[in-house]
């Protein structure tokens, strides 16, 4: 005998991918903390220029490449 197939309730689909309010705002979430209250003058310039080159680029995080031209572009060099 044949199983008669019960009908399944259907869910509202959930788009996951589409952006959140805070990123379509221009809020990326950083690689650092959230505040920038514990570091120093020196670390919180670099944070923050990193957080503007994350924005900038669209990206999440950074590599160590582009994590060295946002320190040269502040003006570091090696001696």
């Not at 008669?4 to 990123?23: H, N, S, Y």
């Amino acid at each position: 005998m044949a199983q008669t197939e019960q009908p399944t309730a259907t869910l509202p689909f959930v788009e996951r991918r589409a952006p959140r309010e805070t990123e379509a705002a221009g809020f990326e979430r950083r690689q650092f903390a959230n505040s920038y209250r514990e570091l120093s003058p020196d670390a919180k310039e670099l944070a923050e220029a990193i957080d503007s080159y994350k924005v900038r680029h669209r990206r999440r995080y950074i590599t160590f490449e582009e994590m060295l031209q946002v320190i040269q572009d502040l003006g570091y060099r090696k001696d």
